[in-house]
């Protein structure tokens, strides 16, 4: 009869066994995705409602892909200042990016790049990335 009253007590221990498991687990796990992220070596501007780049300055190392998000309701282009460029780098220029649409570009080239929303650059849609060597 005893036996039967402590069944139940191992299965509690296995719940509570496979609860602290997952604890550990799934810290490991968002940590892992924080390094697949940096490993990507991808980092991310927003176009935004106020016709900003956010963030609108950039400090990246080389070799670094940048994607252009449309966060706002109206188009949007990342555009590079061809007066801006350093020296070896081609222009480029995203085209127009809907809402929602995403435009990358790598940098392969050091230096300061000037780039502009070729609709909204009298608005002050201007950013700026400098690319480490
Ligand atoms: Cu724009």
């Known amino acids: 009869m005893s ?5 139940p007590a191992p299965r ?8 602290a498991l997952a604890c550990l687990v799934v810290p490991v796990l968002a940590a892992c995705t924080a390094v697949e992220a940096r490993d990507d070596n ?15 300055s950039l400090r990246v190392p080389l070799g670094v892909t940048v994607v252009w998000k449309n966060e706002s ?13 350093p020296t ?3 222009p ?8 929602g649409q995403t435009w990358a570009y ?3 080239v050091p230096g300061t790049y000037v780039y502009v929303c070729r609709y909204h650059e009298d608005e002050g ?4 990335i400098v690319v480490g060597a």
Do not use: K, N
Request: net charge negative.
């Open 3 to 7: 036996a039967v009253g402590e069944r």
């Open 12 to 19: 509690l221990r296995s719940i509570v066994l496979t609860l």
């Open 42 to 56: 991808r980092l991310t501007v927003e176009m935004t409602d106020l016709r900003q780049f956010d963030p609108a």
């Open 73 to 85: 309701l109206v188009s949007h282009t990342a555009t590079a200042e061809p007066r801006s460029l």
């Open 88 to 90: 070896g780098a081609e």
């Open 92 to 99: 480029w220029d995203s085209g127009a990016l809907y809402s």
């Open 106 to 108: 790598h940098f392969e």
């Open 125 to 128: 849609m201007v950013g700026t």
